[in-house]
């Protein structure tokens, strides 16, 4: 696993509000700083690196552990995961497939190069308060189809800290730090070294995990998924960190699992698949793909609640789809993409009248700030402004939404600087 994949996403609204480039340069950044988290001095301090399984033992076994692969490439594994609901696996969120979930789907099976059954995502969500540490280094994928084999359980009991913790690790990475052998699925017994308040440190002996077990379980003797496995030395060889299920099960792991479950969303409410709905029918918004919402069959606008209207046999929202570009909004929350603007509606940066959507146009709002704005309605024939129009952008706006330009790609190189410099 490349070092670079370990990404602070955390789920806050401004990563989602950054450009693709921002991420980009997080990931440079966070490639630089990584290493032993400071106040850990029990530890060795040497690189860390997420990991395979080293000294591990091919197994036919454990079918609810997955790989987590490349879409494009199902040979190309990612890191490894665990089913712990019918749709929901749970991995680390170093991972970073919470970054670009399309690009990833999910192995069942022993051997990525043999028959098995892949499963694309439909969302993936990491830990809100993931820094890039061991600490809070879970991420829950949302799978498209219900998985074909039944979920583990979870440890809600805390370990005990005074003695060595036996544990199985189970994972589909690599054999030993260079070896470049991930995709088959092994497994292999270690034991705790120390006992921490959110993850364990685990023994080299006899087995440790290494690249491409990144997000692979750590069972107790009863069979429950006790930690994530999350990070270790470099080389595979002394020691690795793995974070503890039980400490975030209430908090992070049953909310989602709940929030996720079949039948629980009413129509006009966002959904993630259409068994998540009581209508039975979730729905893409047909002015912003990334909201989905619960639907209902109709044959006129009686059949469906205000403000939604039958429009083909369905239940919909009027444009702009609540969360949508120029739809109404007090807070950021309620912006599924952009932001909320002080004028009322969510929004989305801009650099010019390409960057925007059919229906919007780039619009100074003062400062540094062009957001997509809804396009003026035609001017008047005797070529006048129509009434209430926004201002157009004045002569010489090109220059201006360049410099802005660029004055945010400075911004963003600082930040990066910044980040690098103190250790984020």
Do not use: N
């Not at 301090?45 to 990991?51: D, K, M, Q, V």
């Not at 594994?77 to 712990?84: E, K, N, P, S």
């Not at 820094?131 to 583990?152: I, M, Q």
């Not at 030993?176 to 440190?201: C, P």
């Amino acid at each position: 696993m490349a070092v670079g994949a370990r990404i602070v996403e955390g789920g806050r609204r401004s990563a989602r509000r950054d450009a693709r480039m921002s991420a980009l340069l997080l990931l440079a950044a966070l490639a630089i700083v990584v290493g032993c988290a400071p106040g850990e001095p029990s530890e060795p301090r040497l690189s860390e690196r997420e990991h395979p399984l080293v000294r591990g033992t091919p197994t036919e076994g454990f079918p609810a552990v997955v790989a987590i692969v490349r879409a494009a490439d199902p040979t190309s594994v990612r890191c490894t995961g665990t089913l712990i609901a019918e749709r929901v696996v749970l991995t680390a969120a170093h991972c970073g497939v919470q970054l670009e979930p399309a690009s990833f789907a999910v192995f069942f099976g022993s051997d990525v190069r043999a028959p098995g059954t892949l499963l694309p995502l439909v969302e993936a969500r990491a830990h809100p308060e993931y820094d890039g540490s061991a600490t809070h280094d879970l991420a829950l994928l949302l799978l498209e189809r219900v998985a074909p084999t039944a979920p583990v359980r979870l440890l809600a009991t805390p370990p005990v800290a005074a003695a060595p913790w036996p544990l199985r690790l189970v994972g589909f990475g690599v054999t030993e730090a260079k070896a470049g052998d991930t995709g088959r699925k092994r497994e292999g017994l270690t034991q705790t070294t120390e006992v921490t308040a959110s993850y364990v440190v685990l023994g080299a002996d006899p087995a440790l995990a290494c690249s491409g077990d990144s997000g692979g379980p750590a069972f107790s003797e009863g069979g429950e998924l006790a930690a994530v496995i999350s990070r270790g030395d470099v080389d595979c060889a002394l020691y690795g960190k793995a974070t503890r299920v039980d400490v975030h099960l209430r908090t992070f792991i049953e909310p989602y699992l709940a929030a996720r479950a079949p039948g629980t969303v009413a129509v006009g409410q966002r959904c993630s698949y259409d068994e998540h709905c009581r209508s039975g029918l979730c729905v893409r918004a047909a002015d912003e793909p990334a909201i989905r919402y619960c639907s209902a069959r109709c044959a006129d606008d009686r059949a469906c609640a205000a403000p939604m209207r039958c429009t083909a046999g369905e239940c919909r929202y009027t444009l702009p789809s609540p969360g949508a570009i120029g739809a109404a909004c007090r807070e950021h929350a309620e912006c599924v993409v952009g932001e909320c603007l002080d004028l009322g509606f969510c929004s989305v940066r801009c650099v010019d009248i390409a960057g925007c959507p059919s229906g919007f146009s780039c619009k100074h709002l003062g400062d540094v700030r062009f957001f997509c704005v809804a396009a003026p309605p035609p001017a008047a024939e005797d070529g006048s402004c129509a009434a209430g129009a926004p201002r157009p952008i004045p002569a010489g706006g090109a220059l201006v939404v360049f410099a802005a330009l660029v004055l945010a790609r400075r911004g963003r190189r600082s930040s990066a600087s910044e980040r690098r410099r103190l250790g984020r």
